[in-house]
C-alpha cells in the first residue's frame, strides 16, 4: 500500500464513521450506536468530512464528504450564537452548575463564581477538609452551603428548606431541594449526576429525573448528565414543557466539554414553565468542563 492509498483509507474510514454519526444521532444504551453517537460530535464530523472532500476525486465520495461536512457545519453555527445580550435586572436569580473535576478543594479561584450565583450546584466537588470547608463556605457567607453524597453539593443564597436523595447506585445521582430564596419564594431544584459510561442506557435516569421535579411550574434541573440535549431521552422533557436555558441567548459555543473545545454539551440548565432563560454564560474555572452561569427571569 502506497502513502496515497494509506492516506485515502484513513479519510475513507473517517467518512464512513462520520456519516455513522449522523445516523447514529441521538441514540443512548444500544453499545456501538452509543459509541458512535458519543464519539462524532459536530466538529470531528466536520474534521473528518473536509478530509474526505480534498482526498477524493470520485464525484459520488465528494459528494458524501461534502453534505457531511455541511450537516456538520449547520450543526456548529446552531450551537455558535452572537446574540444581544439583555441587561440583567436588579435582583434577578442567577443560577450554576459545574463539574469541578473533584478539585473545587484546591482551587479557590473559583469559589467567588460560586459564591456570586443564588443557586450554585457543583458535581464532582472533591474532598474538603474541616479547615478548606471552613474557608469555602467563608467565602460565601450569605449561602447555605450542603454536600449530598460526598461528591454533589448545592450552595443557595438562601434556605434549604428539605432535601431527598432519588439516584439509583451506579447509574445516577439525583437530588430533589426545596428552596428559600428570599426575594424569590420556594421552588424545587433537582440537582443530577449521570454516569458517563455511553453504553448505559439513559432514558431510565432522565425519566427519574424528570419524575424528582414534580409538578412545580418553577422547578429548575441543574447537573452533569454526561448526554448531549439532542439524545432521545429529553423529548419527553420538552413535551412537560421544559426548556433548556443553554440555548438562552448567549455568545460562543453551547458545548461544555472538553477544555473548552466545544465537543459535547454535557452540563445543563433545564427550566420548568414558570421561568425563561435571559442570558447563559459560560465560565472557565479550571477542569475539563466549563462552569454554565443562567441569568433568569420569570
Known amino acids: 500500500m502506497t502513502k496515497r492509498q494509506g492516506f485515502q483509507a484513513i479519510a475513507g474510514g473517517g467518512l464512513a464513521l462520520a456519516w455513522a454519526g449522523v445516523i447514529c444521532r ?27 472532500l480534498f482526498t477524493f476525486r470520485h464525484w459520488c465520495l465528494r459528494a458524501m ?17 452572537l446574540d444581544r445580550l439583555p441587561a440583567v435586572p436588579a435582583r434577578a436569580p442567577v443560577v450554576c452548575v459545574w463539574n469541578a473535576g473533584r478539585a473545587l478543594d484546591r482551587n479557590p479561584v473559583a469559589w467567588p463564581v460560586l459564591a456570586a450565583a443564588d443557586l450554585s450546584a457543583v458535581v464532582e466537588c ?8 471552613r474557608r469555602f463556605t467563608a467565602a460565601a457567607p450569605d449561602h447555605e452551603w450542603r454536600r449530598f453524597d460526598g461528591s454533589t453539593m448545592l450552595g443557595v443564597r438562601g434556605e434549604i428548606l428539605s432535601h431527598e436523595s432519588l439516584g ?18 420556594e421552588m424545587t431544584v433537582v440537582v443530577a449526576d449521570v454516569r458517563s459510561q455511553p453504553w448505559i442506557p439513559r432514558e431510565p435516569a432522565l425519566a427519574a429525573i424528570l419524575r424528582a421535579a414534580g409538578d412545580d411550574p418553577r422547578s429548575i434541573i441543574l447537573g452533569d448528565f454526561n448526554t448531549p440535549p439532542d439524545s432521545k431521552g429529553f423529548r419527553e422533557w420538552r413535551t412537560r414543557g421544559f426548556t433548556l436555558a443553554n440555548d438562552g441567548p448567549r455568545r460562543g459555543f453551547r458545548e ?10 454535557l452540563d445543563h440548565v433545564w427550566l420548568a414553565p414558570g421561568w425563561r432563560p435571559l442570558r447563559c454564560e459560560q465560565v472557565r474555572l479550571g477542569s475539563d468542563h466549563l462552569a454554565v452561569k443562567v441569568v433568569l427571569s420569570p
Request: net charge negative.
Open 168 to 185: 439509583v447506585h451506579d447509574l445516577f445521582r439525583c437530588h430533589r431541594v426545596r428552596v428559600a430564596l428570599p426575594d424569590h419564594g
Open 65 to 81: 464528504a461534502g453534505t457531511c461536512s455541511a450537516i456538520s457545519l449547520w450543526e456548529g453555527w446552531h450551537s455558535f450564537r
Open 256 to 265: 461544555t466539554w472538553a477544555y473548552g473545545l466545544p465537543l459535547l454539551t
Open 126 to 133: 472533591g474532598n474538603f477538609s474541616e479547615e478548606e470547608w
Open 26 to 52: 441521538g441514540l443512548d444504551g444500544w453499545l456501538i450506536p452509543a459509541l458512535v453517537f458519543y464519539a462524532t460530535p459536530w466538529l470531528p464530523r466536520l474534521v473528518a468530512g473536509l478530509l474526505a
